[in-house]
């Protein structure tokens, strides 16, 4: 792009050491619906263009949306980097050239939004549902990152599903994400709705929850949710900040055996799929719990000098972190998961997830959508009011099997694009209001 | 500018029955120290357009384009999309003309970059000297420029700048662990830093973490309890505003943020004992969360939502005012010029009542005072709540002894604000960042309260 490439001469005749201009250009469709009914119809229309440059140990970032200043860039940086302190953790950014003529030119498949969102919410009613809401968005846009070694560009997109049921006081859910090389039909759409009803009214009636330890078979939303709050703690930048539990248990193990974790942007099925992380280095699978082994954090070319490894890939605007985590599947069925349980919650989603200490995991979390009791294989009534309060070093140690079906989740700000299995849990701690 | 939304409203009035357009530019910065190191500098400059179509349904669009070719094809597109059925009620309210500023003697733009580092670098050496062994203390500030007009005849501009600040302190002491996160905020500029009295509480904060890491916990039971107004601030925020956000009681955030316990009752409603009121108020002066006029053009204004232990106002957008049938109060808020403006908090707070502290104290034999939190969090109809504590204190017989680590208050909406039997004279207030909303939004809020006296409740 002209403008991009005017900026970057400039910036390279202005005395820094190291420059990256990320340009991101795209078009946002989202359908948004409440009560069964559409409440609004949006499109945005957006550029946006993110410079960082170094000199020594003196770093600088900018963002900007408005690419008529840019001419104005190069002087007002010269004269504010040079009041900068120096950070001393800052080792460069990613400095090998990079092959870019892998780089996918498929186009995001065209699909009606609307007529799709009533799709959804049909399914829902069909099977039990009085209300919906939910939405659909479809992102599409290309990313250009120019660096001093490489130069880039690449789509980027994919849709997002989300629909929640109500029947009386009792709601399902379902959240899913579909990626540049997804194949989305009608009857999946279709599927999300229904399924949202049907985890609506498993069973209606209720019973007092208890306080204690039990087993745990956690949803992919679940599991989902307390993964994507932990992505912090695989981060490079929060080991060195003190505030990880992970600091120093590389190679060590700290999970059960039955879990493997890995980090997958390059599966381009799910919206999660990233070619090149944000300093153009590219992206790769990265396994980040290996049977139960912690291999790797997330590192940028920066941060892997502190921890004298390499890159994984995974470097972001603040700090390193996950693009699309995939917990591993195992051998059995949920039903047969759930037809063996003697005792134990089946819990459909969880939110509002928060910790009081960082640095053991400490955390609480607030089941919803469904939260079953499973007495002899069977579910037979459903609690309500009560909070998961554990540890996420607890809950991956008890991590006992996982399911051989696993789903592509991704929900609002609550859990990034993942793909989950069922995951069975020892002994997780529930609380209850009083 | 005027000219062009001028130009792009005159397009969307030939063809919707209601239209607004809203250009927003923002400037911010932020910068960080972590551990006695500094991190980094960010700025942005920001700015967009964002278009409502109301016809059949309503349809947005949001451009940071300058071409005005390419506005109206983005119109026309938005207009063939509200032409489809869907939700389309909207409250017009009254045409009104204004402009408002928040002044300020040291705008964030005349703020040094050095005068910022020394800020950090001060408050990171005051957390090592008190103790802290973990340190992460952040800056920001803003400056944003709001113009809204739409089609029955609206045009206000405002400006306003903001500055937020937070921290995260770490204390350990033989294996185990303490944490602290506090955020501050004023809508105001430099010549205003003082008043968040950031040093004071950074030095209570370091010292209540020595405490506690070296406390004992609770013996689970049925105890009279104090707390501090940093918890009933997030009470006020979390389980009276957050449920009386009409757009959440008819179902709109149904899949993100959830419900409210409200839906579906008989209005007002009794959620607890008479001595409780709970106000929401954008227009006090250097709040966080202050604004003249919200981000559709409606002027804000002081409000009850509970009082006396009833439900009274709700918080409403032009969307919801028209779907109860009352006029909106000024709480449509948007976080950027990207994003749609739905019913927000803005100051939210407990009534003080004519107790002091110690009356309060005074009046418990078996109990405990819990001055802050750390973790907390809320189910999605704002019944079932939790708030864990940082700084807290045993009371027996009218006075306070040893300090508490970590006890847990887990309970219900209406069994916390019922238990309400005395309120304290006192009013405090901390800043937030509030999410709701898909794309979500974060807004800048104030929570705040007095101590306040709960009788008989659970704690673990």
Redesign the interface.
């Known amino acids: 792009m002209e403008v991009v490439d005017r900026l970057y001469e400039k910036l390279s005749r202005s005395g820094f050491d190291e420059i990256i201009l990320s340009h991101s250009q795209g078009s946002v469709r ?1 359908v ?4 069964s ?12 263009l993110g410079v960082f440059v170094s000199r020594g140990k003196r ?8 690419l ?2 840019v001419d104005t860039i190069p002087e007002k940086l010269v004269s ?1 980097i040079s ?7 800052f080792n460069g950014i990613y400095d090998r050239k990079v092959n870019s003529s892998s780089v996918s030119t498929r186009r995001l498949p065209e699909i009606d939004i ?1 007529d799709k969102s009533m799709t959804m919410i049909n399914g829902a009613m069909d099977n039990g549902a009085e ?5 659909i968005y479809r992102k599409e846009g290309t990313e250009n990152i120019r660096t001093n070694y490489n130069d880039v560009e690449f789509p980027s997109g994919g849709y997002e599903m ?3 049921s ?1 029947r009386n006081s009792d709601s399902g ?1 379902e959240a899913s994400h579909a990626g540049m090389l997804s194949d989305l039909h009608d009857s999946d759409f279709a599927k999300l709705g229904e399924d949202s009803a049907r985890n609506a009214t498993l069973k209606t009636n209720y019973s007092d929850g208890v306080e204690g330890k039990i087993d745990v078979i956690m949803s992919p939303y679940v599991i989902g949710n307390v993964l994507t709050y932990s992505s912090e703690f695989f981060s490079a930048e929060s080991v ?4 990880s539990f992970l600091q120093d248990r590389i190679e060590q193990p700290v999970a059960s055996e039955s879990v493997t974790l890995i980090d997958d942007p390059l599966d381009f099925t799910g919206i999660g799929g990233r070619m090149f992380d944000d300093e153009c280095a590219p992206t790769r699978k990265n396994t980040m719990i290996d049977h139960g082994v912690l291999r790797t954090y997330f590192q940028s070319f920066s941060t892997s000098k502190n921890f004298k490894t390499e890159t994984t890939g995974n470097a972001g605007i603040l700090m390193p972190n996950s693009w699309q985590l995939k917990l591993n599947g195992g051998e059995r069925k949920i039903d047969e998961m759930i037809a063996s349980m003697k005792r134990g919650l089946f819990i459909q989603n969880t ?10 995991g ?5 089941p ?1 959508d469904g939260i079953y009791l499973v007495e002899n294989g069977e579910i037979t009534t459903r609690w309500k ?1 009560i ?1 998961i ?1 554990d540890s996420v070093p607890n809950i991956l140690k008890s991590i006992r099997e996982t399911s051989r079906e696993t789903s592509k989740v991704k929900w ?2 609550e859990i990034a694009a993942t793909e989950m299995p069922y995951a069975l849990v020892n002994d997780v701690n529930i ?4 | 500018m005027e000219e062009m939304l001028d130009s792009i409203l005159d397009y969307c009035g030939k063809r919707s029955s209601f239209a607004d357009v809203r250009f927003m530019s923002s400037e911010e910065n932020g910068v960080s120290y ?2 006695g ?12 357009i964002a278009i409502r179509i109301v016809n059949r ?10 071409d005005m070719e ?1 506005i109206f094809r ?1 119109i026309d ?2 207009v063939d ?2 032409n ?4 389309n009620r909207i409250s017009l309210g009254k045409d009104t003309r204004a402009k408002w500023k928040v002044p300020s003697s040291k705008f964030p733009l005349d703020m ?3 005068d910022r ?1 020394d800020i950090l670098k001060s408050n990171d050496e005051q957390m090592k000297t008190l103790g802290a ?2 340190r ?1 203390n952040v800056l920001s500030d803003s400056i944003t420029h709001e113009h809204y007009m739409n089609t029955i005849g609206s045009s206000i501009e405002g400006e306003y700048p903001r500055i937020g600040y937070s921290y ?1 302190a ?1 204390v ?1 002491d033989s294996g185990n ?3 602290s996160s506090a955020q501050f905020g004023i809508t105001a500029g430099y010549e205003d830093f003082k008043t968040m009295n950031i040093e004071d509480k950074v030095a209570g904060d370091i010292k209540s973490l020595k405490n506690a890491i070296r406390s004992r916990g609770i013996k689970p039971g049925v105890y009279d309890v104090v707390i501090g107004p940093e918890i009933s601030g997030i009470v006020a925020h979390e389980s009276c505003g957050h449920p009386t956000e009409y757009d959440r009681i ?7 943020a ?1 419900e409210s316990f409200l839906s579906g009752k008989t209005y007002p409603y009794r959620v607890g004992s008479d001595s409780v009121s709970v106000i929401d108020d954008p227009t006090m002066p250097k709040s966080y969360g202050f604004y003249r006029y919200d981000d559709e053009g409606i002027e804000s204004r002081k409000k009850y939502l509970y009082h006396h232990g009833m439900t009274e106002e709700f918080i409403h957008n032009r969307e919801s005012a028209a779907i109860l049938g009352v006029e909106p109060n000024g709480c449509g808020r948007s976080s950027d010029w ?1 994003m ?1 403006p739905i019913p927000r908090m803005s100051t939210t707070y407990i009534e003080p009542g004519e107790f002091t502290l110690e009356e309060l104290i005074e009046g418990i034999k078996d109990g405990l005072y819990i001055v802050s939190y ?7 109809i704002r019944y ?3 708030y ?1 504590g940082k700084e807290a204190y045993r009371i027996t017989n009218g006075k306070l002894g040893d300090s508490l680590r ?1 006890p ?1 208050i ?3 909406t209406t ?1 916390l604000y019922g238990s309400v039997d005395a309120v304290s004279r006192d009013l405090e207030f901390s800043a937030g960042t509030c ?1 709701k909303g ?1 794309p ?1 939004q974060g807004v800048d809020v104030w929570m705040g309260g007095p101590n306040v006296r709960l009788r008989n409740m ?1 704690i ?1």
């Open positions: 989202q948004r619906f409440s009560g009914r559409k409440d609004m119809d949006a499109e945005w229309d957006e550029s946006s770093i600088l970032a900018l963002v900007i949306n408005d008529s200043v504010m009041r900068m302190p120096e950070n001393p953790l609307v209300k919906s809401a939910g939405l989300l629909i929640r109500f859910q060195i900040s003190g505030l939110w509002y997830t928060r910790f009081q200490d960082y640095r053991n400490v955390f609480s979390t607030v919803r009011g909070r309060s609002w700000q609380t209850k209001a009083f | 972590r551990n190191e500094f991190q980094g500098f960010q700025t942005s400059r920001n700015s967009g349904s309503v349809s947005y669009v949001f451009t940071n384009s300058g390419e983005l597109g938005a999309r509200s489809k059925p869907g939700k040094s970059i050095d580092i062994d973990i992460i995260v770490g350990m662990f303490e944490q008819i179902g709109r955030e149904g899949a993100q959830g990207d749609e750390t973790e907390w969090n809320i189910d999605d079932n709540e939790k864990v970590r847990v887990e309970t219900t069994k999410g898909d979500e659970y673990s």
